[in-house]
């Protein structure tokens, strides 16, 4: 089935030790997206790639970064987690045609710092 | 600012209770309306959305909304829930490009 996969599904990391989380899809969407949600939030976008171009949130700390080397894969980087980045992290996709188009979400990655 | 209001953090319903969940935005553009699901222990997956037409809308598993734009929102409804119905619900906004902003969610109970 196509899906959206990420791994790890949880993943444990230290404080101000860089931590990579990453997603892959086998729906050959040209759009990825980042959320950030914590505990009884909203989702929360914080960047997006429409094909290999980037789309950053404003509102993004420059501690996330993002690597798409190509159309399946995609990745996020965390330079120094604080205690603040625990979290689940949720990957989704979509194609890019319309605004109307679904986003199909991945598991999550969730994130513990120590 | 655009912003969406889930008014209901936490509802706890009987299987064939009716219910109504609300959803409030605040977006001064064209919107595009969502409800996802996710069923305990599954991703988020797409209910039902709205772009344009009838405001009454139809998704998945006897779910409808109703987008009424002189109030800014877009409540869910279902005649009567099953206890396969219990999820959490994320209202979202389209808020132009790929944007979408997501509520808070609302946690529904169904007791058996």
């Known amino acids: 089935d196509a899906m959206v996969i990420q791994n790890p599904r949880y993943q444990v990391t230290q404080f101000g030790k860089p931590v990579t989380l990453s997603c892959s899809q086998t729906?050959?969407?040209?759009?990825m997206y980042w959320y950030q949600q914590k505990s009884s939030q909203a989702p929360k976008l914080l960047f997006h790639?429409?094909?290999?171009?980037?789309?950053n949130e404003a509102d993004t700390p420059d501690n996330f970064q993002s690597r798409r080397p190509n159309t399946s894969f995609c990745f996020l980087d965390i330079r120094s987690p604080g205690l603040g980045d625990a979290a689940m992290y949720l990957c989704?996709?979509?194609?890019?045609?319309?605004?109307?188009?679904?986003?199909?979400f991945g598991p999550g990655t969730r994130l513990l710092v120590l | 600012a655009q912003s969406v209001s889930q008014h209901n953090h936490h509802v706890i319903l009987s299987e064939a209770a009716s219910l109504e969940l609300g959803c409030n935005y605040s977006?001064?553009?064209?919107?595009?309306l969502f409800w996802y699901v996710q069923y305990p222990g599954q991703h988020l997956q797409l209910l039902l959305k709205?772009?344009?037409?009838?405001?009454l809308v139809k998704g998945i598993k006897g779910f409808e909304a109703e987008f009424i734009k002189s109030k800014f929102s877009f409540n869910l409804r279902k005649p009567s829930v099953q206890w396969s119905d219990t999820a959490e619900y994320f209202c979202?906004?389209?808020?132009?490009?790929?944007?979408?902003?997501f509520g808070a969610g609302t946690r529904l109970f169904v007791k058996a």
């Open positions: 709205y772009f344009s037409g009838d405001p």
């Open positions: 790639y429409y094909d290999k171009d980037f789309n």
């Open positions: 979202a906004l389209r808020a132009g490009g790929f944007k979408t902003i």
């Open positions: 989704a996709t979509s194609r890019a045609t319309t605004d109307q188009e679904t986003q199909y």
């Open positions: 977006y001064g553009g064209t919107v595009n």
């Open positions: 729906l050959n969407h040209n759009v």
